[in-house]
T-cell receptor, first 111, second 116 residues
Framework: KQEVTQIPAALSVPEGENLVLNCSFTDSAIYNLQWFRQDPGKGLTSLLL?????REQTSGRLNASLDKSSGRSTLYIAASQPGDSATYLC??????????FGTGTRLTIIP | EPEVTQTPSHQVTQMGQEVILRCVPISNHLYFYWYRQILGQKVEFLVSFYNNEISEKSEIFDDQFSVERPDGSNFTLKIRSTKLEDSAMYFC??????????????FGEGSWLTVV
């Protein structure tokens, strides 16, 4: 069964620090992985998409990596800001027409 | 920037009633989806739709659910006879092409459905 896991469920970090969010998946036959941001009661905003042939993708202060062999992806956030507080979700595509989501990590940046 | 829009943003309905959730996907997108998120749980896939037919569905998407693209712009999810456990946030999404080809999927803001 294709599953996606995110640990920890919650993370608090002082403002200005760099941080890493983790995502793991059970099937190495992954096609691509997306990271999303979700604010309370809101929709999902796509942050980064990594193809299976790529090792990493960058957008501003965000950098996402993908390691198929170990079944892991990370989202690195540099110089965190209070506005980064949200739930971060990773979702994997295994070549079908759906995304399989993790449970998310609720990130709080402490001013 | 183009966006996926959903209506209503919140609906309260009595158990057993029919509900229709509406979505306007991004205009040049060809693939449409519905996902749901029960409070405190994972976002779950319901159904994908392409070329006027369902291309994939989950076991959640039983006979109580149906989808339709009644015209060139709207995409709807109908729940025939709602149950308490259907209470969730329902997200519509669209993509330009197949997800397996590495296309980004864009989500709407969601429709909160509360069944009482």
């Amino acid at each position: 069964k294709q599953e996606v896991t995110q640990i920890p469920a919650a993370l608090s970090v002082p403002e200005g620090e760099n941080l890493v969010l983790n995502c793991s998946f059970t099937d190495s036959a992954i096609y691509n992985l997306q990271w999303f941001r979700q604010d309370p009661g809101k929709g999902l905003t796509s942050l980064l998409l990594i193809q299976s042939s790529q090792r990493e993708q960058t957008s501003g202060r965000l950098n996402a990596s993908l390691d198929k062999s170990s079944g892991r992806s990370t989202l690195y956030i540099a110089a965190s800001q209070p506005g980064d507080s949200a739930t971060y979700l990773c979702a994997a595509n295994f070549g079908n027409e759906k995304l399989t989501f993790g449970t998310g990590t609720r990130l709080t940046i402490i001013p | 920037e183009p966006e996926v829009t959903q209506t209503p943003s919140h609906q309260v309905t009595q158990m057993g009633q029919e509900v229709i959730l509406r979505c306007v996907p991004i205009s040049n997108h060809l693939y449409f989806y519905w996902y749901r998120q029960i409070l405190g749980q994972k976002v779950e896939f319901l159904v994908s739709f392409y070329n006027n037919e369902i291309s994939e569905k989950s076991e959640i998407f039983d006979d109580q659910f149906s989808v339709e693209r009644p015209d060139g712009s709207n995409f709807t999810l109908k729940i025939r006879s709602t149950k308490l456990e259907d209470s969730a946030m329902y997200f519509c999404a669209s993509s330009e092409s197949r997800l397996g080809l590495g296309n980004t999927i864009y989500f709407g803001e969601g429709s909160w459905l509360t069944v009482v």
